[in-house]
Structures are given as C-alpha cells and as structure tokens.
C-alpha cells in the first residue's frame, strides 16, 4: 500500500472513530456534542448544496433540514457505522428533495467552489485546462445543467468535497461502478464546455 493510501487511510479510520464518539455523547443527553457534528460538516453541507443548484437561502434551509433528520434519526446510527458517510446520504437525500420541489433550474454562484481567483485550475480529475479568471468560472458553473443530477452529484460530491468513489457511492446508494460511469460523463462534458467557453474567450480577444 503507497505511504499516501495508508495515510488517507488512517485519517479516515480516525474521522469515523471521532464521529462515532460524538454520536455516543449525543445519545447521552450532551447537546455540546451535537454543535461539534454541526461545526465541522455545516460547510461542507452547505457548499454542497449551493453547487447543486440550490441559492443561498434554499441552501442554508436544506442545510438545516439535514441536521434536523441527523437528531432526529440518531437512534438509528448503528455502531461501527461511518457518521460522515451516514451524514452524507442523509444530505444527498435532502438536497435532492429541495431540488424536486423548486422544479425550476437555478443559476448559481462560483464563490466557494474554485478558490484563488486569477489563475486557478480547475481541478476535476482530467479537466486539465486553466481557468483564466473568475467570470470563466462563472460561466463554467453556468453550464452545469449539461449534467443529469446525478452526474451534477457525483461531481460535486467527489470534486468539489473530495470524497472518495466509495463514500461517493455510500452516499448516493449506488455503485462504485455507477460513481465512476457517471464521473466520467460529467467529466467529458464539462472538458467541452470548457474548451468551448476558452474558444469564444480567444475569438473575442481577437477582435
């Protein structure tokens, strides 16, 4: 196993055992403990959400249903489980059920999804073309309705909040196989918007 892989590995396997104690102090009546669950997954979730298509206030109430199920459902947190894989699911599922209430398509902000401005890659597994300023990103993130919702999902889950393609799948209740089917996908997709956006980009720099 590659020194990086044991690594990850155990900062995974310490993540779960931290969020498992968390759950036990919950179920014993400490409230202080289920603030810890929302300070450290709040904006992750929240991130999630926005890049999702949801707008802010949307995002911040899914985000806040999301906590609500994860107290409300605590109970049946089984040990040995993985709270942030468990948690994960949970925000899938709200998110999803925000998105199909709305029905309309929303355009959204880049804040918070490419950080740096001038000069950022856009680091999507493949992508590989430079982002040259923040108006590209813009419409990049413009252009994500080219994407089905669950290759939108995967992106944003395994992108954009690096998880790995097995809590990719834990959460979204598919398979490894599907995750990366779907990143793939969304992959080639936005590879063309992008090459599309940096040839309209040099067109009217040429005039």
């Not at 992750?44 to 206030?57: D, E, F, H, T």
């Not at 999803?96 to 918070?112: H, I, K, N, Q």
């Not at 959460?171 to 040839?199: C, F, N, P, W, Y």
């Amino acid at each position: 196993m590659a020194v990086s892989d044991a690594t990850s590995l155990e900062a995974s396997s310490r993540k779960s055992r931290e969020g498992r104690e968390l759950v036990e102090r919950v179920r014993s009546g400490d409230l202080e403990a289920f603030e810890g669950i929302i300070r450290l997954h709040e904006r992750r979730i929240l991130g999630m959400a926005v890049q999702m298509g949801l707008s802010p206030a949307d995002a911040q109430d899914a985000c806040q249903e999301v906590f609500l199920r994860v107290f409300r459902y605590l109970g049946g947190f089984r040990a040995g489980q993985s709270l942030e894989a468990w948690l994960w699911r949970i925000a899938v599922n709200v998110v999803y059920d925000s998105l199909r209430a709305r029905r309309d398509r929303v355009e959204v902000s880049w804040d918070g999804v490419f950080q740096g401005g001038e000069g950022v890659m856009a680091r999507s597994g493949g992508l590989q073309v430079t982002v040259e300023n923040a108006d590209l990103c813009a419409k990049l993130l413009s252009r994500m309705g080219v994407l089905t919702p669950q290759e939108r999902m995967v992106f944003v889950l395994k992108e954009l909040q690096d998880l790995d393609t097995r809590e990719v799948a834990l959460a979204m209740r598919i398979s490894s196989i599907t995750v990366r089917r779907h990143g793939a996908s969304a992959r080639q997709k936005l590879r063309e918007v992008l090459k599309d956006l940096s040839r309209r980009k040099g067109e009217d720099s040429a005039q």
